[in-house]
């Protein structure tokens, strides 16, 4: 069983910067592709930023390139996000996933674990 538990949210000011992680229980960490995602209220989950598991190959959404940065340590089990230049829309709750693929995926239905959210408001 794979668990999953993500810290690191809070309220920040648009245009400050936060660093997520997500601990991951497990052995086998490095074989997971890992994925951040974001919801806000009244919409879809979406993908914001994907790593493989050696971290050589990484995806972001388009709304958050050049400000948020995926990166893990697989000797820690951890993959942090990396977040500047916060604006008001990057609200959301912020969940961390697994898939067991050797590819970055953006598609919610790849990632079969799951951690339980954290909450990342910026202010205008």
């Known amino acids: 069983q794979v668990q999953l538990v993500e810290s690191g949210g809070g309220l920040v000011q648009a245009g400050g910067s936060l660093r997520l992680s997500c601990a991951v229980s497990g052995r086998t960490f490095s074989r997971y592709t890992m994925g951040w995602f974001r919801q806000a209220p009244g919409k879809e989950r979406e993908s914001v930023a994907v790593?493989?598991?050696?971290?050589?190959?990484?995806y972001y959404t388009d709304s958050v390139k050049g400000r948020f940065t995926i990166s893990r340590d697989n000797a820690k089990n951890t993959v942090y996000l990396r977040m500047n230049s916060l604006k008001p829309e990057d609200t959301a709750v912020y969940y961390c996933?697994?898939?067991?693929?050797?590819?970055?995926?953006?598609?919610?239905?790849?990632?079969?674990?799951w951690g339980q959210g954290t909450q990342v408001t910026v202010s205008s």
């Open positions: 790593i493989t598991g050696t971290g050589g190959s990484t």
């Open positions: 996933a697994a898939a067991a693929r050797p590819f970055t995926t953006s598609h919610t239905r790849e990632y079969t674990y």
